[in-house]
């Protein structure tokens, strides 16, 4: 095995592999020793330090860094030591038995004193070791897939112990756990704290001529492969390509950094401890393909006092201008999803981190140190459960494409106030084809998209990429194509504001928008839905509706798709629709990021699919939907402006002077080549009286000198300031529009506002277009903001206690107009505003829509909105019948979703309403499901307990068909525990129940289970008639799908009984 691969896992691990080279991957195993967490203090403020001297200063940090810890590790092989873990500049050790555990830590600090001798720059900052140490049994665990990814954490009562202990020490001491006690000991004990004893010992040469061997286990072939995934793929495709060794060497990157905390539920129930086991098991693999998926590496599982503490990292290795999103995204991702069976707490933060191996030659890993780790840690920390906590430097890069709430935390060895964000939402934004006054120096991408509309395949789509920065001008350049051939077959779309419509908004409008150039505009939304539907089998309407924003009710052919199905035809009705009614065009999709998520699923599979009309679409934003189909969309990725466009097009709008010259390089140099930034800069300078004209009518000149000229460093900031320098009046009215979801009217302001006069605000908005704030439609009398990030700012700088009024009063107004049907707008005003009981009441209608749709994420986002304000109610107010149907619903989706924590939580407060509202048969349906949610999490006995409790009280049943149920679950229960003749009978029972209640589903479930168990027990003409009478009462009521499954069984027991004919039938 490679000595490259194995010196990332520790001796206790590879020697596993070596004794058990069949026996699969590694889960947990005992070991009974010495834990030992040695902590080394002055390495943030040294990095800090060496930082400024560039690549030299990262060498020097490198050498001292290896330096200490191949020291540190000829100590620790001396005593016959095995170092499990680096964490950043600390390590955890294991030692046998019996270890003098202070002896070995006196050696540790004569090698940190010869360091801080040995080398210069430790003589102004001078290094330091303290440590905790405890004795008794912990556990290696690992985690992962083979597929991809392992990554080993050890884990035990004991970590606590020692975390505890290093605390307790101070520089240069140890303290030792109870567990360790030694009356021996020949150093002077410094004080006693609670649970351990604390020793500052002389420091102690290590024996002299021992030679440091690690000792390794040979692994089967097998085995070496298994090991390997042990490593970071980026990290091991480096360290085995002899011919980029240097890739390694350590490098000062730009890198986010991710930790996360994952918190297993209080054990209630007396689970395993294997099935705590596999719960953080599932969590974690599904985390660690999340971080993956969103370009991050796993970095490592460290110790932690409670539950498990993940380091990820993003632009460490593989750096990409998104890194920073892809962070955000991943920690979003993590917090919803749907089978996490954990409570996760994240951190994050970015900034500049040195990156590389440390450790010695013979054990070392993969990781980064900085000031942006220790931020990212204490931010995990201080978050709440299911909470995203990130910096400033963060929020200011991510603004534009979330929401956060700013709050200020005292961080250890960071500041008492310091400015953090709790992560709430992705912002959501629309817009026409946008107007683009001048275009300069992107002849080339123009000439490339002309050239690639020219060159289309025949009978099939052309699907193209612009992406760049903010403000690069992206939309800018497909709009000036698109102007210069423009047609009435031409398509804007922009993304904006998606998400606040109907899941599948953009979709749909572009199929609108499709119908109207071909078959002339449609009086009404049923007359356009019409129009679809003659070309759509009628057996598919309720999936294609949906993308209308249509509710129907789902049909035999829907019912019961699953959810990978129901996308899958819907895309393909898409593709059959845009080759059937859509002309040879141009289709323009802007603002990407912004799109609702199920018109970008669908988008993804059209762009994997074969759409079979000569189209050409432009997606402009930075990524493709989520898809394996890069190779079928060519990418235009704009870059930042030449110093000599810049310098050109600037020399055209100024006067030639020293002035104007050196104001024009500051622009050139501030701007970095992104041309919104210099003519936000101009506008501002223009309206500070900076620039002006005073012998050219046309050309500027700089009326100020330069070192009086300020100029801002972020686009950011010059929209704030551009929002400054406007009369008070003209700033509400902002304020007001920068709370509305996309485009407004004057009416609506005139509402919000509770104005009177409505020529006074006519003049504001007039005012605010020409100052190019606001863009007017004159078509639909609507106005929308020039530039979203203008919103944004706006946004941001609106007082809490205004947002939630401003948002309440959309809501108002929105019912006011009648649209009390516009779900998720009244959903997002109501949860921002000061109304949680409609905020409550809209986002369970958004979250039920969403479920109906098949669009879980929404789905959980809804759920855990209407949670956080069911939590935060005070007094009872809220209605306990809308209360009781949210819990119902609550438990059933978490239970289709695997989510049987979560279920058993609903399921509890569901019971417990239902009592106090004095609901015996809302209490039975809910004891079923409780029951339901034991037998899917495997506790049998427990779920028997709760049957036998509801089948006693058969005769007082309030609901026969519930009483079946209860039955019908109980003999599934009897069945698969092997007690068949209880089976059998609870079974019957069922069917006796369902029969007088009249309920078909019930009555069919019951044939279905009873049929169950008596083909269990070889009653194979009995579970025959059974299937065959269940199979009936779903005709033309239940789901395709559950019927196949019931026929399925029929054909099986007709082949078993050897009448082929009939099995085939």
């Known amino acids: 095995m490679d000595h490259r691969i194995t010196s990332y896992l520790p001796r206790l691990l590879l020697n596993w592999y070596g004794a058990h080279p069949h026996a699969g991957i590694h889960q947990r195993t005992d070991h009974t020793g010495v834990l030992l967490f040695a902590d080394t203090s002055g390495f943030t403020a040294l990095t800090r330090t060496l930082a400024k001297q560039g690549k030299i200063g990262f060498e020097i940090l490198t050498d001292l860094l290896n330096s200490l810890f191949k020291s540190l590790e000829q100590v620790i092989t001396l005593h016959d030591g095995d170092i499990l873990k680096f964490s950043g500049d600390a390590v955890w050790c294991y030692f046998p038995p019996r270890t003098p555990i202070e002896q070995v830590f006196a050696e540790m600090l004569y090698e940190v004193d010869r360091l801080n001798r040995e080398h210069s720059v430790c003589r102004t900052h001078k290094l330091s070791l303290h440590a905790g140490a405890t004795a008794g049994q912990f556990e290696i665990i690992t ?580 929002f400054d320098a406007l009369p008070e009046s003209h700033r509400q009215i902002l304020k007001i529009a920068a709370v509305m979801d996309g485009r407004f009217s004057e009416n609506e302001l005139i509402q919000i506002a509770c104005l009177k006069e409505q020529q006074s605000i006519r003049t504001i908005l007039t005012d605010l277009a020409v100052a190019d704030m606001l863009t007017f439609d004159p078509a639909n009398q609507t106005y929308d903001f020039a530039r979203d990030m203008t919103r944004q700012a706006i946004y941001s700088c609106i007082p809490q206690s205004d947002l939630g009024r401003l948002h309440l009063a959309v809501g108002e107004m929105l019912l006011a107009e009648g649209k009390a049907d516009d779900i998720l707008r009244l959903a997002y005003h109501f949860s921002r505003g000061d109304d949680s009981d409609r905020a409550f009441e809209y986002s369970f209608r958004a979250g039920k829509l969403a479920h109906d749709k098949g669009l879980l994420v929404e789905t959980a986002a809804s759920l855990r909105r209407c949670v956080q304000l069911l939590e935060s109610e005070t007094g009872g107010r809220r209605n306990r019948e809308s209360k009781l149907e949210f819990l119902s619903w609550a438990t059933g989706f978490s239970i289709r979703e695997g989510n049987y924590t979560d279920a058993q939580r609903f399921v509890h407060d569901w019971r417990k309403l239902s009592t106090e509202l004095q609901r015996p048969a809302s209490y039975h349906a809910a004891a079923n499901e409780f029951a339901r949610v034991l037998w899917n999490r495997s506790k049998y006995n427990r779920c028997r307990q709760v049957l036998n409790r509801l089948v006693r009280n058969d005769c007082d049943t309030v609901s026969k068909s519930l009483m079946a149920d209860s039955y019908s679950l109980l003999a599934e229960l009897s069945r698969r525990t092997g007690r068949l003749p209880e089976a059998q009978s609870a079974g019957k029972r069922a069917v006796e129940l369902a029969q007088s209640s009249q309920d078909r589903r019930a009555e069919s479930e019951a044939y279905n289970n009873l049929g169950l168990a008596c083909w269990s027990a070889g009653l194979l003409m009995e579970a025959r008639d059974c299937f065959v009478e269940s199979l009936k009462l779903q005709e033309g009521n239940g789901s395709m799908f559950t019927e196949a499954r019931v026929a399925n069984n029929l054909a099986i027991i007709a082949e078993e009984m050897g009448d082929y004919l009939e099995a085939r039938r």
């Open 143 to 722: 985690f992962g897939n083979a597929d991809s990814r392992l990554e080993f954490e050890i884990a035990g009562s004991i970590i606590a112990e020692a975390y505890y202990a290093a605390d307790v020490a101070t520089a240069g001491e140890i303290a030792l756990a109870l567990s360790l006690s030694n009356a021996d000991t020949i150093y002077r004990p410094n004080s006693s704290e609670e649970g351990c004893r604390v020793i500052r010992p002389l420091p102690t040469p290590p024996a002299s001529g021992v030679t440091t061997v690690r000792a390794e286990s040979s692994l089967s072939a097998w085995a070496c492969g298994t090991v390997e995934k042990y490593v970071p793929e980026a990290v091991r495709e480096r360290k085995l390509n002899d011919g980029l060794d240097t890739g390694l060497q350590s490098e000062h990157r730009q890198v986010t950094v991710l930790f996360a905390n994952l918190l297993l539920p209080d054990d209630r129930d007396d689970e395993t401890d294997f099935a705590s086991f596999s719960q953080a098991s599932e969590a974690v693999s599904n985390i660690f393909r999340i971080i993956e998926s969103n370009r991050g590496i796993v970095a490592r599982i460290d110790p932690f006092v409670r539950g498990h503490k993940l380091l990820a990292l993003f632009g460490a290795l593989n750096k990409s201008e998104s890194d920073r999103l892809n962070a955000l995204q991943a920690a979003e991702a993590i917090l919803r999803l749907p089978s996490s069976k954990v409570n996760v707490k994240i951190g994050l933060s970015a900034g500049p981190l040195l990156c590389g191996e440390v450790g010695s030659p013979l054990r070392h890993e993969y990781t980064v140190m900085g000031e942006a780790v220790n931020l990212a840690a204490r931010l995990m920390s201080k978050a709440d459960s299911q909470t995203v906590l990130f910096d400033q430097a963060l929020y200011d890069h991510l603004q534009k494409l979330a929401t956060a709430t700013r709050i200020e935390l005292s961080l250890k060895g960071v500041g008492d106030k310091v400015s953090v964000y709790r992560f709430n939402s992705w912002r959501q934004s629309e817009s026409e084809l946008p107007t683009v006054t001048e275009l300069v120096g992107r002849e080339e991408p123009l000439n490339l998209l002309d050239e690639l509309w020219k060159s289309r395949p025949e009978e099939q789509t052309r699907w193209v990429l612009v992406s760049g920065e903010p403000g690069i001008g992206k939309t800018s350049l497909v709009s000036a194509y698109a102007q210069k051939h423009l047609s009435a077959q031409t398509i804007y779309l922009s993304g904006y504001g998606a998400r606040l419509h109907h899941p599948g908004w953009l979709l749909a409008q572009w199929l609108k928008r499709i119908s109207a150039i071909t078959e002339g505009v449609a009086s009404s939304e049923e007359e356009i839905a019409e129009r679809f539907r003659k070309r759509i089998n009628a057996k598919w309407w309720p999936l294609f509706n949906q993308l209308l924003g249509l509710t129907t009710p789902d049909n035999e052919w829907t019912r019961g798709l699953s959810t990978e199905l129901r996308l899958a035809k819907l895309a393909d009705i898409v593709a059959r629709l845009l080759e059937e009614l859509s002309p040879e065009q141009l289709v323009i999709l802007d603002d990407l990021e912004a799109v609702d998520s199920l018109s970008s699923i669908i988008l993804a599979r059209l762009l994997t699919e074969t759409v079979k009309k000569r189209l050409m679409v432009i997606l402009i934003g930075n990524t493709l939907p989520e898809t394996n189909a890069e190779n079928n969309c060519r990418s235009i990725t704009l870059d930042g402006l030449t110093n000599e466009n810049l310098t050109t097009w600037l020399n055209d709008r100024f006067v030639a002077g020293t002035r104007e010259k050196e104001l024009c390089e500051l622009l050139i140099s501030r701007s970095e080549g992104n041309p919104l930034f210099i003519n936000e800069t101009l506008t501002q300078l223009a309206a500070e009286g900076v620039t002006g004209h005073l012998t050219d009518e046309t050309r500027w000149e700089v009326l100020k000198p330069i070192d009086e000229i300020k100029l801002a460093d972020r686009l950011e900031d010059l929209q704030l300031a551009r």
